[in-house]
């Protein structure tokens, strides 16, 4: 019995990807939901026992989050959970993958579930370098995920072994507008493509061409 | 003298199961209020001596809570107290009682006494994996309760004694739709199994049948 | 001099009972009063250096008020006092003298004041077992208390000696309506009765007939 | 030069007592200041770094206060201040000392600089037992201090050598009304008589006749 | 290059003093800007890691604050900075110099930059004594200060070198409200004397005439 | 691949300056993202693990900015990103790269990359002199930087080797109005310049003609 669920669609679901110890890596499922406020004005609850980093990348998103949809931010509570981590989340590489899941879950737009990704942000949706994006690679091809997202500043860094290489397709990006674009599968999807455009504008670094690399090559 | 109740109904008040030590299982029972908010807005309050994990389930659950009633939450306060954990609690595993004890407490449906469960929560109602599950069955068994709902994705860690298996029927679920469903006792049972659909509909793992199990069959 | 005043009536006090390191009881008032609220919303402020189950049983007694009253208890603070406490209180079994001293306050309604009590609570006015009820009955008897109420699950942990059996009677009991009923002295007796019928309805364990015992009998 | 004023009446400043070490006593001056609240409701703020008893004491002083005056406490902040008490202040005994300065800051009627007090307080007003009175009285004595306020039940601890008894007069008082019968000098004494009365409703303990004593006479 | 400013005025800013070690002062700058509120409600921000006798001061001083101005502190937060105290700021000796800079900064009254000053403060605005008075005032002299104001409780504490005597003008007061009229320089200076007036009539200690010592005198 | 960006310009990002170890400086870029207030005001969010000193500085900036923009700042969160910082933050000579990214991002004003900036900053937005500001002049230098603001009390400290002399203009500033001046570019430079001039006004040090120093000139 495994918890990844590798096809299909899910809202508010996310694969994420971990680093364990030094040299191993895990399919890290994120979990998102939107309720109506209980407080008087809405918050972010984030459980799955988070450190501090983990704590500020919350934080960071949740910028992204109050730009991005136009519901009034005020009405609701944001769950995100970490899914089975019960030793604890260290670091912010998680930070792209619940900012799709909230967003998913916010919009009610599904996310493909044969996709996985790594990435922190800026608070202007910028995705930031990672550690470990080799062994996050290699977990995401040995679970059955066809895609995997990474920071386009990690390119350089993946040393992936041949016969993953051709399990799975390795995609680098600059914005969280390019993942949002490719992992989520909007009913309208003209409407969404306009939501984006304005969303990427808020970029700290200039928007290049995305570089899809075709299986087995960045 | 023994606080367990174990036939009839009451509203708010669920057996759920725990692990002490490693190897000796006992039935928790876990009891929910309602209340006018004392505060400005509602508030989740649970008591017992709860770590850091079982708070954190705490939250998880009230993601849940807010979705499925449709009652104001910014109205009421909730009452969540673990019976008897003079030592504290520690884990997750009691997520699905308390889901259960204050769906009860705040609709005002009697639940089943007879019955008993155990499982972890996702923020969407899925139901996760929990350890222990094998001698929390034979707790219950002992305590004379008649089922017991546990977790579907733990339904191949079942090693129930043959004595035990023959005075319990063991359920594995892999939702808390599946939980309400058959614990919770309603006047308007088509307008409960209405809401439950809903409630099913945020899962985020694709809903099965429910392989109920006869006792000593998993 | 002694604080302890165990005859006529008192509105918000009562006389709670304690035990001191293993072996040795004392009576312990509890002092209550209502205010008009101070902040926007009202309040729960316990004193006399409480620690972590005892500020929980507060939370957990909290839940019955709110309830109980019809008095709208945004506008109000509740201030609850351990009198003389000055090493700290553990445990929870001080809950239903803090029950029966707030609603006393809130209400106007008298305490008799030659009756004591101990009692852990539920959220649901359950009366739940205690620690040291003999060694309480006792410190009750010398102190010239002529009842005492205890949980019905602790009737059978009362080894009291003969001598002390002839000056108190035991009074056990299961909910905290049972000893409202008996410790209060309302001025309007019918509607007091009304009233606490309905607190009754929400209890966890089903309602047995109160066992009232003579002096020297449980 | 020294900041204890013995003559002569001030609005808002209490000569309290205090006790250093296990045999000296001294006069410990507590000033309070009310002033438009800051925040969306009042609150009190005490300073001179009050440890965990003396701010409980704080708490049960303000209890009193909101009952008191009839101003709306919601929109006043009260200030007090211990001065000079660099080192901690440990205890509740200045609690009659609070209550009366504030309530003087309140109301604006002045407080008779040539009286002391020590007494912990209920939150219903009695005056309860503190330890140190004697060491007490002869610091009050020792610096020009007419009367002294003490608790009723604290009479019996009074061994003051005879030169200090010549000095000073003391007066047990069991309710924080009759000092402030005393200590204030209100402007519309009957009107002020009236509040008294009913804040002596509120009282714990039933109310005496006070004992005044003499000079050297308890 | 010195942060220092000894001459002319400037609105919002005190030249404090400070002791370090136990032998050696030193001017210490205090700056104090007012804006609109961010929160719901005003609130004061002390920063330059303040302990916990110097945080109590700023919440006395606040007591002085909320009284004086006429302004609605419910709309303005108050900024009040310790420049430079990069090791932390202990003690409450800064006190005077904070509700100056609030009060030039509120009121928009530039203060005088050849003055300094030390003093701690009751919520009533008496001047209560400090240590290392000596020390303060040579720092002052040696850093070209012409003033100094000092709290009349410590007239007897100072034992400064000839040579600085004839640098500098000390001055001891008892209130608030002397240092205000003397460092503060207000286009409207008879409405501003009524207004320090009423501030004066809030004095914990009888007011005495200022003693104005000459250069060298005390 | 490298984060920091030393051409054309970006609207939220500064890059700032920050000393490792003991002597060797480095780009440290900063982030400010604006969004509706999700509570019921706004607030300021900073990330990047910093220290106590590095959030007093977050809070000396904010004065400025509420001064500073004539938008409501009840209704927004300000966001504030330092890039990179796992290791922690120590310190406040961030402050003017703080500012000017808050203000870039609020008013909509992109700021130059060619420009880098090291500052403390009073509540009245003069600029106060930090460490290691050779070291920071040369790391800026070596990144391609054209243009470098000190303070002006740190002119004095400039030791960098010739060779970097040649590479980047220091500009020393005594208030963050001059840096504000000569690092956004805003569409309506008239209206900007205006309101800088207002910010100017309220300088704690009277302000100086800005020196502005060519390549290798302080
Ligand atoms: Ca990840
Ligand atoms: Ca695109
Ligand atoms: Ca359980
Ligand atoms: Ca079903
Ligand atoms: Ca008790
Ligand atoms: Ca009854
Ligand atoms: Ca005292
Ligand atoms: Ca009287
Ligand atoms: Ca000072
Ligand atoms: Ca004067
Ligand atoms: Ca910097
Ligand atoms: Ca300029």
Not at 174 to 181: K, R, T
Request: aromatic share 4%.
């Amino acid at each position: 019995y495994d918890l990844t669920i590798i096809s299909g669609t899910a809202v508010g679901k996310v694969n994420g990807l971990a680093v364990m110890g030094s040299d191993s890596g895990s399919v890290l499922p994120i979990v998102a939901e939107v309720t109506p406020a209980q407080g008087a004005s809405g918050t972010v609850i984030a459980t799955g026992l988070l450190k501090e980093i983990a704590q500020e990348s919350i934080k960071n998103v949740s910028a992204i989050l109050k730009k991005f949809t136009g519901k009034d931010i005020r009405n609701i509570d944001i769950h995100v959970q970490f899914i089975g981590t019960y030793q604890g989340v260290e670091g912010d590489s998680a930070s792209v993958s619940v900012a799709t899941a909230v967003i998913s879950a916010i919009e009610g737009i599904p996310v493909r579930q044969d996709v996985a990704m790594t990435g922190s942000l800026s608070v202007r949706g910028d995705v930031l370098p990672v550690g470990g994006v080799t062994y996050k690679i290699e977990a995401a091809a040995k679970a059955g995920i066809k895609k995997v997202f990474i920071p386009r500043s990690n390119a350089g860094d993946v040393l992936v072994e041949d016969r993953y290489r051709e399990m799975i397709e390795i995609i680098p990006v600059s914005h969280i507008e390019e993942i949002l674009e490719q992992a989520l599968v909007p009913a309208n999807r003209a409407g969404f493509l306009a939501k984006l455009k304005k969303l990427a504008e808020h970029a700290m670094i200039p928007p290049n061409q995305p570089i899809t690399t075709e299986p087995g090559v960045v």
